[in-house]
Nanobody, 123 residues
């Protein structure tokens, strides 16, 4: 069983930065691909960034490329999302998620989820 706990959300002005962290429990963190999803009101949950179990490969959705960076520390069982140049359209609840295997974009294929953290970007 893997437990995920996100932190770092909040209110920020457009153009600002936030760093989200996801702390995990369980001895096999390094065997999981990790993803950051977000869900805005009335919209589907979407994968915005992900990293393979080793951390060597990453994925970003087009809307965050060049602004967001995902990283993981397998020694500390954590994964982070550095978000720069934030825009009002980045406002959403952000979730970290874990799955064994490769990076996939479908939320239903992730096995474990955090509780989510709210990010609000004001204009």
């Amino acid at each position: 069983q893997v437990q995920l706990v996100e932190s770092g959300g909040g209110l920020v002005q457009a153009g600002g930065s936030l760093r989200l962290s996801c702390a995990t429990s369980g001895p096999t963190f390094s065997s999981y691909a990790m993803g950051w999803f977000r869900q805005a009101p009335g919209k589907e949950r979407e994968l915005i960034a992900a990293t393979t179990s080793s951390g060597y490969s990453t994925y970003y959705t087009d809307s965050v490329k060049g602004r967001f960076t995902i990283s993981r520390d397998n020694a500390k069982n954590t994964v982070a999302l550095q978000m720069n140049s934030l825009k009002p359209e980045d406002t959403a609840v952000y979730y970290c998620a874990a799955r064994k295997g490769s990076i996939v974009t479908m939320a239903s294929l992730y096995d474990y989820w955090g509780q989510g953290t709210q990010v609000t970007v004001s204009s």
